[in-house]
């Protein structure tokens, strides 16, 4: 019973170990757009969900603890949109 309750705790410490970031995406225009900024975020290693809002120009990324969140904007701008981390 001691090494099912240790195995659990280890497993809801590394489902845990996520992160919520929020950026300001510039220049969507469109539900096209809100598809590749999405797409360019699926792309980053460590990113579990994303969810973008075109009316308010933001994406919540939630991505593994590792994940820079610089990464994350850098993939956005290369999808041609501008991209800065919030709080």
Known sequence: MKKVLLTLCALVAVASADQLV???????????????????????????????????????????????ADSLCDAVKKAGYGCTVTK
Do not use: H, R
């Open 22 to 68: 929020n950026l300001k995406i510039d220049g969507m225009m469109c539900p096209a757009c809100v598809k590749n900024v999405k797409g360019s975020l699926a792309d980053v290693k460590g990113v579990k969900e994303s969810t973008v809002y075109l009316k308010e120009g933001k994406a919540e990324v939630k991505a593994a603890d590792s994940t820079k």
